[in-house]
Each structure stands twice: as structure tokens, then as C-alpha cells.
């Protein structure tokens, strides 16, 4: 969306254009219902529920597998865009961090082709540096959701913890930079004070969870019959964090319980995972072993029936930023035993919808445990609230709305803290900057090419050569820019050489349209003027029109060599050329100004060719003046 688009635009209706950036997780594992982490899924049904609510919704995702097209329509007004940062292969995340500067440059570009955002909102801390670079660029409000915290990772795991050492200092600079952070529980935002967020700019948006797909049983039943062991699951990733060790403990003191864990390696392998074996050493130890199952992975429909089938499911984490078990749980109508931690402490209503505990307390989990198993009424009680609340508060609905809420509080924010938004040129200044400069770095690798252009130039021109240059619009003038380098002077003196600019002889030019046709304009201008060793400099942006291609035909059907300046490759011109520089930039005038870069650079190297092979002053007589005075030099 424009500038101007969004000067005109309320702050308070219609629809939004919205960047969401994701650089590790995308959305489309989500959907496409592979393994996927829970920011997948996250940013895949907020998507979704954005584009359903009628905003044009772009997500951002890195490119980690080359045959991946750029961009995948992925639900309603939903666009997934693969951006090339780093190598086309799955990375671990903890080895992202150093692509982001390149995933924004290539997001800032896609922006300006294809639309600046309204705002763009980012997921986890990596995915937030690029989004407040490309964010400042483009003078849009940045919205940053963490997901996880650096800071309570490192906590709990010290040593263990192998996130880049710099994530720290910069999450507590995404929490200045960004307009609004949106954590997803209180726990956060005591967390986020301490990293020094104005408790302003926080707002909470919870995770959602689909209650459709988390349901209770249809068919219910008379409850558990009498001897029947009480049920207990647990769901998730294999890792000490976790606490399941907790619960298997426990068990020793419910000797009516049964345990299932869920998650973890493949069942083939899990035999071989360190906490599936440490769970199972303890179950021994504790005399519990006969009461445990460890299933290992589970699809999603699987862990919602194993879930559903509970009496009780417990989740005892040391530590859990969010946790979506316990909303999973609760949408399908069992209670929860959970640990009053982080994302708990909101999902869980203690004594309404289950019953919270320390972590790492053993008594009192089983003493939680022993209150749901011998008083099934209130645990069935505890299922219908617990399904109830996530209705009413965890449905991705709400998190859409309250996410859009969040969205156009940032827009008026940055409006009041951005009153005199410099103008258009300014913006663009800063852009191009780095436009041009991404274009003249990647062209590093062909100056071996100028280099050999140069210095055939000066034995082509000092042997009474001659060089023609042709070009359109743009590549006109500087094709005529190239030849007056050279009939007159560029940086020092030396006689004149033999150039001709055919784009520039209007006579010619619109006898041979009018007569022959536009394709035939430097053609036939080619045959008259051109000879066999003579070098064609041919420009074009598109490498696509049809005059430049005919001029570079008739050219090599004389034995001319041909030169190509030329936008992005391959191209035709590129193909038919002797030899080609195609430059990689984002737009026209990009590739225009890269081309007259490469021009003087010619010149230059010419010129230095030529001075070595021709020392001394011009013998043919002439005075030229200086840029400066009017002095007569003599020859
Ligand atoms: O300068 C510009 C755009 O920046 C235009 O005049 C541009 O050169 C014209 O559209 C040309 O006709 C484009 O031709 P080409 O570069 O694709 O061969
Ligand atoms: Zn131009």
C-alpha cells in the first residue's frame, strides 16, 4: 500500500495490508499438516483469520528449500512469500540470526515491487530484526510477538540453553523499537518489564487453539466404570523441561492411575531417547513401570482422541512461555493438572477449570491428581468450564480481533510519535541507496569483464576502430552519455576517437521507422556504419526489445563484436551477445543507474589502456577548453 494510500486512509477502518514475518516457521507446515511447531500453527491461523476478516495478508517465511516457488496462495487474502536469505536448506534456528539483514533487504525490495504494508508484524526475536529493519525503511509501525523469551530460556536452562549469545540484548532492543509487543499471558509481561517495555506498549494477545478439532467425544459414555483405572495423559516435546518426571512420580501415590505420555521421537526410536529412558528408570524405581505408557509422536487427530479420552491430563512444566496443551486439554472437556507457570497461570482457571501447582512439586501434583480421581463430578465440571473458557477466550477468532486491535492501536501510535513523516523523497533516498548499492556489489564478480572491455576498446579505437552504441528511453541517452565519453574526452586529455551513438541521429531514426519500420532503426543504421573487429554497445533494461536484438543479429552477421548492458538475466539480448553484463537490480532506473556506473568505469579502464599505448599528446591539432577556464591548451 502507498504512502500517500495510508495518509488518506482512517486510522480506525477498512482493511489492512499486513506483513507478517516468520523466518523460521511457516505456515505452511501448519496447513500442510507435517510436523510442526507451535509458531507454525500460530501464525498459520492468525493468517488465516486476518484474511478472513478481509485483509490482505502477506507472511513471510525463509526460503529453505530451492524448489519452493516465491510466493503460495495459502487461504484467503493469505500470500505465502519464500524469501531467499541465506542457503535454500532447513537450518537450525539457532543459525538464522546472521541471515536477517539479507531477509530484510530482500522483503524491503519485495515491498517496494509489490506494495508497502500497513504495518508489519513479527514472530520471535530473529524474525523481529529484520522486520524492524525493513519496518524503518519503510516508515510503517513494527508489532512484535516473541513467542519465547531469551531471557527465560537462559533461566531455566542455563548451559543448556544454545540460543546465539547476542539474543538477549537484542530482544531488549525489539521491545524499544517496536510500536506494540504483544505477549501472550501476564507472565510475559512481567518478563518484558524486566527487559524495560513500557507497560503502555504491551498489549496481551493469547494463543488460540481450533475447538473443532479439539472436542470432546461424541459419544461420552457412562463415565469410567468402578476398578477401571483412571486415565491420566500427558502431551509433549521429550525434554526435561517438561516435568513428566513429575508425574510418574506421583503415581506412586494414585495407585489407581494410569499414565500415557505423548510426544517425543518416533515410537520405533524412542527406545533411545535420553528422557524416554530416564522416565522409564524412574517409573522402575518408583514400582509405577506396569502404569506408564510412553506412545512417542503423535499426529495432531491422534494426540486431540488421546486427549479426549483422558480423566484427567496433566501438564507439569518447570517453566512453559505459553503452552498449548492446556488449552487442547480444556477444549476437549477433561481438567487440568497443571504447574502455576507462565502461560497456565492465564490458561488455567485454578479450581474452575483444574487445579494449578508448583512446579516440580510432587505432593501436591498427586494430591491434585487425588482430588479430580476421587471426585469425578467435579472433574466432568471441570471439563465442561474448561471447554467453555477456551470458547470463549482462546478461540483464534478472538486472537484475530484482538490482533487487529492491537494493529490499529500501533498505526495511531506511530502516526502521534511520527507527526512530520519526511517527504517521499527522503524514503526513496534511503531505498535506493540501498538498492544500488546491493546491485554494484553483486556486479563485483563480472569487472574482470570491463576490464578486458576496457582494453580492447583502447586497441580497437587506437587502431582506427570504431565503436557504435544504441539504447531506448533511458539506455538512449546513455548510450549518447558513453559515446561522448569518448568523441570528446572523459577524465584526461587524449585525441578524439571514432564513436557513434545510433539512438541519437534523429534523422536517420525516423526515416528508417517511417520507411522500414521500428525494428529496423538500429539495424539498418548497424550495416551502414559498422565493420568486421568493430565493437556494438548495446543497452537495454528488459534485454527483451526487438530493435536492440535485430541490431545485435545484423551486427554479428558482419562480423561486428557485440556488448550487452542489460537488466537481470537471462535475457535474449543476453543470449545473442557476444559477451553481457546483466545487472541484477530490483527496478528499471536501478538497472539504468548501475549501467552508467558501468560505462565510466569503461572509460576509465579505456582510457588507461589507451594512454599506455599511445604516450605522449595528440598529434592531431586541436584546443579544447577547460571545464573551468578558458584557457588554450597547446597541443
Ligand atoms: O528510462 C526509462 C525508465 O527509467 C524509460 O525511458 C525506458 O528506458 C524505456 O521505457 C525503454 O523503452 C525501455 O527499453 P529497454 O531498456 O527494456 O530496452
Ligand atoms: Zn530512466
Known amino acids: 500500500m502507498s504512502a500517500d494510500r495510508r495518509d488518506s486512509k482512517p486510522m480506525d477502518t477498512g482493511p489492512l495490508d499486513i506483513a507478517l514475518v516468520s523466518e523460521h516457521a511457516s505456515p505452511l507446515a501448519a ?271 491422534e494426540a486431540a482422541g488421546l486427549l479426549a479420552s483422558a480423566d484427567i491430563v496433566t501438564c507439569t512444566p518447570w517453566y512453559e512461555p505459553f503452552g498449548i496443551v492446556p488449552l487442547e486439554a480444556m477444549a476437549c472437556g477433561r481438567p487440568v493438572v497443571g504447574s502455576a507457570v507462565g502461560g497456565l497461570l492465564d490458561s488455567i482457571d485454578d479450581g474452575t477449570t483444574g487445579l494449578l501447582v508448583p512446579p516440580r512439586d510432587v505432593d501436591a501434583t498427586a494430591t491434585a491428581i487425588r482430588r479430580l480421581t476421587e471426585d469425578p463430578e467435579l472433574a466432568a465440571c471441570m471439563g465442561r468450564a474448561g471447554r467453555e473458557r477456551v470458547q470463549r477466550l482462546f478461540s483464534w477468532e478472538r486472537v484475530a480481533e484482538l490482533t487487529e486491535e492491537a494493529y490499529r492501536e500501533a498505526q495511531s501510535g506511530y502516526a502521534q510519535s511520527h507527526p512530520s513523516r519526511p517527504g517521499a523523497t527522503r524514503r526513496l533516498l534511503a531505498e535506493h541507496r540501498e538498492d544500488l548499492d546491493q546491485a554494484l556489489t553483486a556486479l563485483e564478480d563480472d569487472a574482470d569483464v570491463l576490464d578486458r572491455w576496457g582494453r580492447r576498446l583502447s586497441e580497437l579505437l587506437g587502431g582506427g576502430g570504431r565503436v557504435l552504441a544504441a539504447g531506448n528511453g533511458g539506455s538512449a541517452a546513455e548510450a549518447q552519455h558513453f559515446t561522448a565519453e569518448l568523441v570528446g574526452r572523459f577524465q584526461g586529455e587524449r585525441r578524439p576517437l571514432a564513436a557513434v551513438c545510433l539512438s541519437a541521429e534523429t534523422s536517420s531514426l525516423t526515416a528508417i521507422v517511417n520507411d522500414y519500420g521500428a525494428d529496423e532503426v538500429f539495424a539498418r543504421q548497424v550495416q551502414a556504419h559498422g565493420r568486421a573487429g568493430d565493437v556494438l554497445v548495446l543497452l537495454s533494461t528488459s534485454g527483451t526489445s526487438p530493435n536492440v536484438l535485430e541490431a545485435a543479429r545484423r551486427a554479428r552477421q558482419i562480423g561486428m563484436r557485440v556488448w550487452a548492458l542489460t537488466g537481470p538475466g537471462p535475457n535474449p539480448l543476453a543470449e545473442l551477445a557476444d559477451e553481457a553484463v546483466c545487472v541484477p537490480g530490483p527496478s528499471t532506473s536501478v538497472v539504468q543507474e548501475a549501467h552508467l556506473v558501468l560505462l565510466h568505469a569503461l572509460c576509465a579502464v579505456m582510457d588507461e589502456g589507451f594512454n599506455r599505448c599511445q604516450p605522449g599528446p595528440d598529434t592531431v591539432p586541436g584546443t579544447h577548453r577547460t571545464n573551468r577556464t578558458n584557457r588554450e591548451d597547446t597541443p
Open 31 to 301: 496447513l500442510g499438516g507435517v510436523d510442526a511447531g507451535g509458531q507454525n500453527v500460530f501464525v498459520a491461523a492468525l493468517a488465516a483469520q486476518l484474511g478472513r476478516r478481509g485483509h490482505r495478508i502477506r507472511v513471510y517465511t525463509r526460503l529453505d528449500d530451492a524448489a519452493l516457488p516465491e510466493q503460495v496462495e495459502a487461504a484467503p487474502g493469505v500470500t505465502v512469500v519464500h524469501v531467499p536469505a541465506g542457503p535454500a536448506e532447513q537450518l537450525p534456528k539457532d543459525e538464522l540470526a546472521p541471515y536477517m539483514d539479507e531477509f530484510a533487504r530482500w522483503m524491503s525490495a519485495q515491498w517496494r515491487r509489490e506494495g508497502v504494508p500497513d504495518l508489519v508484524h513479527a514472530h520471535f526475536w530473529m524474525s523481529g530484526m529484520a522486520a524492524t529493519a525493513a519496518a524503518e525503511a519503510a516508515r510503517i509501525p513494527a508489532v512484535q510477538t516473541f513467542h519465547a523469551l531469551g531471557s527465560v530460556k537462559r533461566r531455566h536452562q542455563g548451559l543448556a540453553d544454545t540460543s546465539p549469545s547476542g539474543r538477549l540484548g537484542i530482544e531488549a532492543r525489539l521491545v524499544e523499537q517496536n510500536e506494540l509487543v504483544l505477549a501472550t499471558c501476564r507472565d510475559e509481561v512481567d518478563e518484558l518489564m524486566g527487559l524495560g517495555a513500557d507497560p503502555d506498549r504491551v498489549r496481551i494477545v493469547p494463543c488460540g487453539v481450533d475447538a473443532g478439532a479439539f472436542a470432546p467425544p461424541v459419544d461420552a459414555g457412562p463415565g469410567r466404570a468402578a476398578g477401571e483405572p483412571v486415565h491420566l495423559v500427558a502431551l509433549g516435546r521429550m525434554v526435561e523441561r517438561k516435568g513428566v518426571d513429575v508425574v510418574v512420580r506421583a503415581l506412586a501415590q494414585v495407585p489407581e492411575a494410569h499414565l500415557t505420555v505423548a510426544g517425543g521421537p518416533d515410537r520405533a526410536v524412542l527406545g533411545e531417547d535420553p528422557e524416554a529412558r530416564r522416565l522409564l528408570a524412574l517409573a522402575e524405581e518408583y514400582g509405577v513401570a506396569n502404569r506408564l505408557t510412553l506412545t512417542g509422536r503423535v499426529g495432531r487427530d
